[in-house]
């Protein structure tokens, strides 16, 4: 018969739950007098004291079975989903002493009305009564510090040995702070930034946490740099793409710390500057994910006001040798191209009314019928009951986030970051130079354009004074878009001009060496001709010597032959007479 009971209570739980998930059912769980009862059978077991007649001996739903385990989890759950969305039954169980009963879970040294736990079902219960103050303590918080919860927590916090049961506990810290300076006080009190810092070394979330009770708090902002916190910050400012997967988003929550506990303070932000702070701010920049550029360009703009970061900012270069003011032009040309700007190569502004509008696409003159629009209707229509089918419990934050970062526009914190250290840069990017510095003008431009179509689609005409400061405004702005839009075309035709000249200079040296070349080459040819020509003529000369020898010699013989074969006669014989 017990198993029976136990069922049906359970089922009836299961019921209920589904019922609290519909919002207009939850009134009736006050109105019905039903909440009553679920939480005095949520605390008659663990403080008896409370205990009425009215309700069914513990020993039917307060044992250590698993049966009444699985009760007291589902009635947990069942009294969350109702207080959480209405207020009449966040009061009622502000009222009871369930907030009570669930500390005692969390506190280390408590004991359960005689109840007896295994280990498991202890390390069971007390997760389920810190995801159950998450949901309940921030909506009462005045209620918890009189309870002594942030101290019970902070014990647990500090005592804990199960990572998932610390990360909740820190997770129910970062929500509590954050919901008024009081109990950032509070928890300031009693050593909370101390006992942060010591578990920076292993849990990710105490970054967060501590960041919360340092966000626009004077006195824990001391505590934390007295007590080394900007020295660990500054070790753990530093990104590893290849290790992105292994530190769980640990430098998000590094970088929220820097923004919140150190960014504000002169003497923090001193230590934090003196420690290459925006060096390791500027190298997280050149690596980190889009995702994050948001936040760290916000910490730069802010920690840049500060005249002695000024310096660190221009002496700053990335492993390819560019300077800081380099990388983030490049980066506002980026963010251009990502919302669809429209801008043209080179740079130039095109559309003058609108010179930070994003583009959009026109419409086809073929989509004109009301056929060709009914599938885009019904797609949407579906998409949306695909959505709404899902249910808002099971939305992917990380998918959340992503959505909302895409919808940032990133050119305001590059602005204000270039705005504090000047807009000197290198003649490559003066083109974006003189648009990013311009960046405010368009804005209050683009605001006014926008007042003035608002009020031309409503048909109300403005009184002269108002009309005539529209104009006035739209003119200024005007006059400024079309010096930058002049000043644009002339860093370009000079850098047409100086393109020219070094290709007319490089062309200029092509022919030069091509000349030196072919004068190289016939000079060569004009001595291997000369050569050849010395050499014929020498030839000619010895033939001409060889046949006149020859000549002489023939003669020679001819002339010595009769020479040598002639008979002489006899001298003549005079005889006398």
């Not at 740079?347 to 009914?374: E, F, H, W």
Request: charged share 20%.
């Amino acid at each position: 018969m017990f198993d029976v009971l136990s069922y049906y209570s359970n089922t009836t739980l299961m019921i209920l739950d589904i019922l609290a998930s519909k919002a207009r059912n939850l009134p009736l769980f006050a109105e019905s007098g039903l909440l009553g009862t679920l939480l005095k059978y949520a605390t008659a077991a663990d403080l008896p004291s409370t205990t009425t007649s009215t309700l069914a001996k513990s020993s039917h739903f307060a044992s250590s079975c698993d049966e009444d385990l699985e009760f007291k989890h589902m009635l947990w759950v069942v009294l969350a989903d109702v207080a959480k969305d209405n207020m009449e039954a966040a009061r009622l169980v502000s009222d009871s002493p369930f907030i009570h009963v669930l500390l005692l879970y969390v506190s280390p040294q408590s004991h359960h009305g005689g109840q007896h736990f295994t280990p498991a079902q202890r390390h069971v219960l007390q997760v389920m009564a810190l995801h159950v103050l998450s949901t309940l303590a921030p909506r009462m918080p005045d209620l918890f510090v009189q309870l002594l919860g942030h101290v019970a927590l902070l014990e647990f916090v500090q005592t804990s040995h199960d990572e998932d049961a610390s990360a909740l506990a820190l997770q129910l810290f970062h929500e509590l702070i954050s919901t008024s300076n009081d109990m950032q006080t509070d928890v300031g009190n009693i050593g909370g930034v101390e006992v942060m810092l010591t578990l920076f070394a292993d849990v990710a979330r105490a970054f967060a946490v501590c960041g919360a009770m340092c966000h626009h708090h004077d006195a824990n902002q001391t505590r934390f740099r007295r007590a080394q916190g900007v020295a660990v910050l500054s070790l753990h400012l530093h990104f590893e793409p290849a290790h992105a997967v292994s530190q769980d988003n640990l430098i998000v929550s590094v970088v929220g710390c820097v923004w919140d506990s150190i960014i504000g303070n002169a003497e923090s932000e001193l230590c934090l500057i003196q420690s290459e702070g925006v060096d390791n701010l500027l190298d997280l920049l050149e690596v980190c994910p889009q995702l994050m550029h948001g936040q760290v360009l916000g910490v730069l703009a802010e920690l840049c006001e500060n005249v002695k970061a000024v310096a660190y900012f221009q002496a700053w270069k990335s492993k390819t040798q560019c300077s800081a003011t380099q990388m983030l032009l490049r980066m506002y040309a980026d963010e251009e191209t990502r919302l669809g700007v429209q801008r043209p190569a080179t740079g130039l502004l095109q559309n003058i009314a609108r010179p930070l509008a994003m583009q959009v696409t026109p419409p086809s003159p073929s989509s004109g019928g009301g056929s060709d629009k009914q599938p885009v209707v019904a797609f949407v229509r579906l998409k949306q009951a695909l959505v709404h089918s899902k249910g808002t419990r099971h939305t992917d934050p990380s998918r959340r986030l992503v959505t909302a970062t895409a919808k940032v526009d990133l050119r305001p914190k590059i602005f204000a970051v270039l705005a504090s250290v000047g807009f000197s840069c290198v003649p490559d990017d003066l083109s974006f130079n003189v648009l990013a510095k311009e960046f405010p003008v368009f804005l209050v431009g683009e605001e006014w354009l926008n007042v003035k179509l608002a009020l031309y689609a409503q048909n109300i005409r403005p009184i002269y004074a108002d009309a005539l400061l529209m104009e006035m405004k739209l003119e200024h702005v005007y006059s400024v878009v079309t010096k930058v839009r002049c000043c644009q075309e002339d860093i370009y035709a000079r850098k047409e001009s100086l393109k020219a000249k070094d290709e007319a200079l490089f062309f200029a040296g092509v022919r030069h060496q091509k000349e030196q070349e072919r004068q190289t080459s016939s000079k060569k040819t004009v001595s291997n001709s000369s050569m050849k020509s010395h050499l014929e003529a020498k030839k000619r000369k010895a033939d001409m010597l060889r046949k006149s020898t020859m000549v002489d010699q023939a003669t020679d013989e001819c002339i010595d032959l009769p020479t040598k074969y002639v008979f002489t006669d006899p001298p003549p014989v005079y005889n006398d007479l």
